[in-house]
Structures are given as structure tokens and as C-alpha cells.
């Protein structure tokens, strides 16, 4: 996603999931003056039914003009596939 309108498309779509509990637990954190690495895994409680997701997240922060911006963040589940209907 790139730009407020991508990222309050995608927030909207999350809060529609009704999510309890969200916690990010990092299991590792390196980098340099330019660039840092941040890692770990995730676990997220939502819907009336109170699912259960777990997984792992990777991200990669930048530093632009002082600040550090947060260009790369990818998760994936650990939870098995979903049989297609």
C-alpha cells in the first residue's frame, strides 16, 4: 500500500473483522543508521466466534529525512489453509 487513502481502504477492511486482541512479540531487531529490521511473530483474536490466528511478521523500517518510515511489512499465518468450497 502506498498513501493514506491505501492505508484507510485497509484499515477499514480490519476493523470488519472485529479484532479483540491484537500482540506482536519481536525475536529480533537489527540494522544500522539507514535501515533496521524488526521481527517476530503475531497473535490476533477477533469475530464473535473469538478465532484464534497466529503467525510471523517482518518489517523493514527506513530512515527518510530524519524520521523513520515503515515502507516494508509483511505477515503470513501459521494457521493451516483453508479448504476452497
Known amino acids: 500500500m502506498i498513501g493514506r487513502p491505501a492505508i484507510a481502504v485497509i484499515t477499514s477492511q480490519y476493523l470488519k473483522f472485529d479484532i479483540k486482541e491484537f500482540r506482536e512479540e519481536t525475536t529480533a531487531f ?9 521481527e517476530g511473530n503475531y497473535f490476533v ?7 484464534i490466528e497466529k503467525g510471523k511478521y517482518l518489517n523493514v523500517w527506513r530512515k527518510e529525512d530524519g524520521d523513520w518510515k515503515l515502507p516494508t511489512n509483511m505477515w503470513n499465518t501459521n494457521m493451516p489453509a483453508t479448504p476452497a468450497k
Open 45 to 51: 483474536r477477533y469475530g464473535k466466534d473469538n478465532i
Open 30 to 38: 537489527y540494522g544500522n543508521e539507514d535501515y533496521l529490521i524488526d
